[in-house]
């Protein structure tokens, strides 16, 4: 296979942005979970590039976390992150009550923390299962719903799914997949509640993504590579700017929908 087929084109990143589109989240409260790494760190890297203050939560990586805060502080952007894990109700609420207590409101909302254990389902553990059903279903339900008396008009919701929702190669993602589908019926739903209000609700639904959860260079990197058509993993910068997209004034007339990101691989 050719570099060519294999390499990530080489991609606009937010500082090659003219002020127009660099200012285009400026004002704006954004609340990303999970942004410490991955492709969680690289949404909140390009919303804070675009001008907007975002907040992020992270489960333990701190020195990540902080890591991430000073490159954005240095390219003049506003950052920061906080411990708090998705599963745990309280800890979500307390974040999304400082977020307000600093800026008054939320304008972006944006449920990527979740992950899990990928094994056929009759090898899972009552905690594995537990786990999964807790991180990706209800902390993605209860970030929104705590978020929705905060959100102006214009406000916009995204969350993280997966093609796993719909996409299924092997015996090792049912239970993964369907927290994942849970997503994106959720927001399919609440397209309903929120449109009338001005705010919208979107699904981005990755592919393989090089992140550290899943490393391209990884143990199933090859096993992957070879179904996904354009002949490499995506990266988090891609997924950042369809967010990034989707968060803007631009993205008003989307509402409910999900988009997978995926480079052919579920095609
Ligand atoms: N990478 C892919 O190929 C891929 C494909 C489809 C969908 N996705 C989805 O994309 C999202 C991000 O995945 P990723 O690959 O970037 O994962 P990752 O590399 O493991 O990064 C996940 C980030 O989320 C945080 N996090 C995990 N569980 C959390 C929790 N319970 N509460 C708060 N923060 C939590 C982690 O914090 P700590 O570092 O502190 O643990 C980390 O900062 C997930 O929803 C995943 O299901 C990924």
Known sequence: MSTATTSPPSLPQPS???????GRHGGKSALVTGGARGIGAGIVEWLAA?????TFTYA????EADALVGRI??????ARGIAADSSDREQIREVIDQVVARAGHLDVVVSNAGGGTMRPVAELSDGEVDRMIDVNIRGTLDTVRFSLPHLRRGGRVITIGSVSAHHFPNDVTSLYGLTKGAVASLVRGMSRELGPRGVTINN???GPVDTPANPADGPVGELLRASISVGRFGTVEEVAS??????SDQGAYINGASFDIDGGYSA
Do not use: H
């Open 16 to 22: 090659d942005y003219s002020p127009v589109i660099a």
């Open 50 to 54: 675009e001008g907007a203050d975002v």
């Open 60 to 63: 333990s990586a701190a020195a």
């Open 73 to 78: 502080t240095s390219n003049g952007g506003t």
């Open 204 to 206: 981005v639904q990755p």
């Open 242 to 247: 369809l967010v990034s997209y989707l968060a």
